[in-house]
């Protein structure tokens, strides 16, 4: 676990504080710790425990507008509107547990319809009072690109702790027996309720720091912006591609995969698109759990 | 032991359903620590649903279930893995992407009672699974799975075991094997509730069966003596070859 601290954690957050000084293109920089947060955020989700949330952005909205009211509304320092943002993307999951109920796709669909659904409340014409409505948020007075991005990286860093300690302790071990057989896994003495609900709030924990700290650096965005569903096809797009349940696979994923978009994405959106959809059809036929399962392939142990 | 100590395990009038139908009909009995008792009966007759329902995996609508003196009727699999109950599944259920020992380690760190030396290695020697401890379970045959079933159960320390068709599907020497580990298991103070339709294997291990019917328990004894039972008979071989 030391090892994986030190050699995973350590350089990823090492770049992200060093490449803001050598390149100038700081979103796009903050944009790649967002999503490296959202895809290792939804693998503790999903690669631990086999839920797919197509919804998972409705917790990074949650924290997003968390965030933002809390500033708006009752002038809040920024790091106790974060925790309050995280706080409210938390009580969001409590209040989906009952979706845990379902499997599979189902499970999927109810969470995306769950993610609509604040959506449409956030967005209604009829809250602008309290929500801005469709409005959109403007959050002039906080704005401190620095300290938001230096927090961004502080919050990439404890899911990657997060994520390092599941890969290497007897809880992700338990999480991954839930997902492989649940009644085995009580008869291993699991709780398997409990578990995965702490799971569930973790991994919307991560999502509402990211998005609350998203809100804090972009400052201006409409509800359409922080729960567009883009965020949880690319997490999850991220999290397959590089392979889930492991540590440096969904960073590999964003690296590859978010890379790729900005290098021809933005300029030649067509070919970006058809390299896209190539590569997402061929992985899932192909290589289903992912880039480093080449290497377990081979009998190597990918952290 | 004194005979009318209360036995480990009591089971009273247990009443299961599936919609209209009466998977355990007011099902009794007894099981006491270092005993192993056979459960054996027709296809459909409850013996796996009786299992179920003692592990938790069913709530039961009616009766009693007593381990150790207390009533832990509807409780949920973890707890009763806690107070000292485990199983094996007539097909095997590991977790097959994780490792077998990673199987066994997951048992040991959730499920163990008490505070003993847990020693992963050991346990899977005994089950001749040690050579393949660092391989994915899913790479097990499914006699393997199966001892890979009995070692996850037996990581927890159980005090009661219950074995569903563990034998079916082996080989000769591999039953006698697990015949000699289910005995030796017994005589330190496991009791085991065994479903199996192997009646040699019954035979010899154990001390008294359960013959059960359409829910219903039907005879009571030594299976040498059920051979005899015209009830047994008939709901075996049919009406006609009953005296």
Redesign the interface.
């Known amino acids: 676990m030391a090892r994986h601290l030190l050699l995973i954690l350590l350089p990823v957050v090492a770049a992200f504080a060093i490449l803001p000084s050598v390149y100038t293109n700081h979103l796009m920089l903050f944009n790649f710790i967002i999503f490296m947060t959202l895809a290792q955020g939804l693998n503790v989700i999903y690669g631990f425990t086999g839920y797919l949330p197509f919804g998972y952005v409705g917790f990074f909205g949650a924290g997003s507008y968390g965030f933002s009211l809390m500033v708006i509304h009752l002038q809040a320092p920024p790091f106790v509107a974060l925790l309050i943002g995280a706080a409210a993307a938390v009580a969001l999951a409590l209040l989906l547990t009952p979706l845990l109920r379902l499997s599979g796709v189902y499970f999927s669909i109810a969470n995306l319809a769950a993610a609509l659904a604040v959506l449409q409340v956030v967005s209604n014409p009829n809250l602008e009072e309290i929500t801005k409505g469709p409005y959109g948020i403007s959050l002039r007075g906080v704005f401190n690109p620095t300290l938001s991005y230096g927090t961004a990286v502080a919050v990439l860093a404890a899911t990657l702790a997060l994520v390092i300690y599941l890969r290497n302790s007897h809880f992700g071990m338990a999480l991954k027996a839930i997902r492989e057989d649940p009644i085995s896994a009580g008869m291993a003495g699991i709780n398997v309720v409990r578990e995965r609900v702490v799971a569930w709030l973790l991994s919307a924990l991560i999502a509402g720091l990211a998005g609350g700290v998203f809100a804090w650096y972009v400052s201006v965005f409409y509800p359409e912006t922080v729960f567009s569903v883009e965020f949880s096809v690319f997490a999850i797009v991220f999290v397959l591609f590089g392979g889930n349940a492991t540590v440096i696979g969904p960073i590999l994923g964003v690296v590859i995969l978010y890379g790729i978009y900005n290098a021809v994405g933005i300029s030649t959106p067509q070919y970006f698109q058809l390299i896209y959809g190539v590569l997402i059809m061929g992985l899932v036929l192909f290589l289903p759990n992912g880039l480093v399962s080449l290497l377990q392939r081979w009998g190597i142990d990918v952290p | 032991m004194f005979p009318d100590a209360a036995p480990l395990l009591a089971v009273d009038g247990l009443v299961k359903r599936f919609g209209g139908f009466r998977a355990l009909d007011v099902l009794s009995l007894r099981l006491d620590a270092g005993e192993i008792l056979g459960l054996v009966g027709p296809n459909g007759s409850g013996k796996t649903t009786c299992i179920n329902v003692i ?3 069913y709530r039961p609508d009616g009766g009693d279930i007593h381990f150790d003196g207390r009533s832990i009727g509807g409780w ?3 707890r009763l ?2 107070a000292g109950i ?2 094996t ?1 007539q097909v095997p ?6 490792t077998v020992r ?2 066994v ?3 040991l ?4 009672r008490g505070d003993g030396v847990a020693d992963v290695d050991a346990l899977l020697l005994s089950l001749d699974l040690d050579a393949f401890a660092d391989r994915p379970a899913k790479e097990l045959n499914s006699a393997q799975q199966k001892m890979l ?1 009995l070692a ?2 037996l ?2 320390r159980p005090r009661l075991l219950l074995i569903d068709e563990l034998a079916a599907g082996l080989n000769a020497a591999e039953l006698e094997r697990v015949a000699v580990k289910l005995k030796d298991l017994a005589r330190s103070g496991i009791a085991l509730l065994v479903v199996e339709h192997l009646m040699g294997f019954i035979d010899q291990i154990t001390d008294r069966i359960i013959v059960m019917n359409a829910g219903k328990e039907i005879f009571e004894g030594r299976l040498a003596e059920a051979a005899a039972n015209p009830q047994v008979v008939e709901v075996f071989f049919g009406a006609e070859h009953a005296a």
């Open positions: 592990s938790g995996l949920p699999s973890h893995v806690h485990n199983r599944f259920r590991p977790f097959l992407t994780l990673e199987n380690q997951v048992a760190a959730y499920g163990r079933d996850r159960a990581a927890t």
